[in-house]
C-alpha cells in the first residue's frame, strides 16, 4: 500500500492539508479518521496522522462537541458547504491502533497562528500517545489556521512541498 493518510478534520482544515500531503506520493491512501483501520497493514511503509488542535492537545469528545457549536467563519463554511466532521479523533483512534514496526509514523496538526501552540499542540501529543503504544513516531509539521478556523492561503502548497520533502527522503 506505501503511504497511508489518517486525518481527523472538523472544519476542513486539516484534510485540505492531509488532501495536499497525499498528493505528493502517487501511491497514497487518504482516510478520514473515521473509517481509517486500527490495523495497520505491513505493506504501509510510511503512515501520516494530522489532526486539528483543540485545547492545546488531541481533540476529546467534549471539544468535538464545542467544535459542532462553534460560530466562526470557517465553521459556518464547513458546516454550509456539506462538509462532514470526524466524529472520533486521533486520539481514539491511537489507543486502539496497532501499527507495525516497520511502519515509519509521521505527525501534523492545525493550530491557530499565535502563542497557543507553545502551550501544547495535536501532533505534539499524539506522539506522546503513540509513544506510551510503544509506537515510535517523529513530529512532522503545524500547518496554521486563523483565528476565524480558515486554513492560511499559503499552507496548501506548504503542506504539498513538505510531503514531496517526504517523498524525497524516501
Ligand atoms: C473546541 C476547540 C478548541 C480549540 N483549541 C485550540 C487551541 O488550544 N489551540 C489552537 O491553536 N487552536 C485551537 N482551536 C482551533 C483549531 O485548531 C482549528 O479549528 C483547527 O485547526 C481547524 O482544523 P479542522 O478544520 O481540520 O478541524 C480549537 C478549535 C476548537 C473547535
Redesign the pocket.
Known amino acids: 500500500m506505501g503511504t497511508l493518510v489518517i486525518?481527523?478534520?472538523?472544519?476542513?482544515?486539516?484534510?485540505?492539508?492531509g488532501e495536499a500531503v497525499a498528493s505528493a506520493f502517487p501511491d497514497a491512501t487518504l482516510l478520514r479518521i473515521d473509517n481509517a483501520p486500527k490495523r495497520i497493514d505491513p505493506s504501509v511503509n510510511l503512515l501520516i496522522l494530522g489532526?486539528?488542535?483543540?485545547?492545546?492537545?488531541l481533540?476529546s469528545a467534549?471539544?468535538?462537541a464545542?467544535?459542532l457549536e462553534?460560530k466562526?467563519a470557517?465553521?459556518q463554511a464547513?458546516r454550509s458547504g456539506g462538509?462532514r466532521?470526524?466524529a472520533t479523533g486521533l486520539r481514539e483512534w491511537i489507543a486502539e491502533a496497532s501499527i507495525p514496526s516497520t511502519t515509519k509514523v509521521l505527525t501534523f496538526?492545525?493550530?491557530?497562528?499565535?502563542a497557543?501552540?507553545l502551550?501544547?499542540?495535536?501532533a505534539k501529543k499524539a506522539i506522546k500517545s503513540l509513544a506510551a503504544s510503544g509506537v515510535n513516531a517523529r513530529y512532522g509539521a503545524t500547518?496554521w489556521?486563523t483565528g476565524a478556523?480558515q486554513?492560511r492561503s499559503e499552507e496548501t502548497e506548504r503542506a504539498a512541498a513538505w510531503a514531496r520533502g517526504l517523498k524525497a527522503e524516501e
Request: a negative charge; proline letters at 4%; one cysteine or more.
Open positions: 486525518v481527523e478534520s472538523h472544519f476542513g482544515n486539516t484534510w485540505t492539508i489532526a486539528p488542535t483543540h485545547a492545546f492537545t481533540s467534549d471539544s468535538r464545542s467544535a462553534r466562526t470557517g465553521a464547513a462538509f466532521a470526524s496538526d492545525t493550530c491557530v497562528a499565535g497557543g501552540p502551550f501544547g499542540r495535536a500547518f489556521v478556523d486554513l
